[in-house]
């Protein structure tokens, strides 16, 4: 299944390219920042890096997709609600391909809590722990 098939989000604001493995313990996914991103031209100029809350929202995503290719969610939406114990360790930058490994902590149908590590050539350059509401997107 293809990520779009999995998420809701798209460019630019979709951070998961690829999962990789996918079991109820543990998420594995790719994203490799291209240099043509949005953010680069604001963060920095000068010395482009990805910036922490993407790394973060990459994490988020991986994790959802992951959950929604299991199916143990059905067509719920998954909505951030909280970030805990968040250390950055390494900049990201244009070019990188960053590994995201999500460790599924509690699914139940009303929340999502994982945990993940992201890495760059096997260095870890950021890891975090994240809630997510589980729910349905408001009719209008």
């Not at 990805?50 to 929202?57: C, N, S």
């Not at 929604?68 to 990201?92: C, H, I, W, Y």
């Not at 070019?95 to 699914?107: A, E, F, S």
């Amino acid at each position: 299944m293809t990520i779009t098939n999995l998420l809701p989000h798209r460019d630019p604001f979709l951070f998961v390219d690829e999962l990789q493995t996918v079991s109820e313990e543990e998420i594995v996914g790719t994203r490799t920042f291209r240099p043509e991103e949005p953010f680069f031209v604001g963060h920095f100029p000068e010395y482009p890096v990805v910036p922490g809350v993407i790394l973060v929202e990459s994490m988020a995503q991986c994790g959802g997709a992951g959950v929604r290719e299991l199916g143990v969610l059905g067509d719920k939406l998954f909505f951030l609600a909280s970030v805990n114990n968040v250390k950055f360790r390494r900049q990201v930058r244009p070019g990188d391909t960053v590994t995201m490994t999500v460790k599924n902590q509690r699914i139940s149908p009303r929340m999502l809590r994982q945990s993940g590590v992201a890495t760059v050539n096997g260095e870890t350059v950021c890891e975090a722990e994240w809630m997510c509401l589980v729910g349905d997107a408001p009719t209008s």
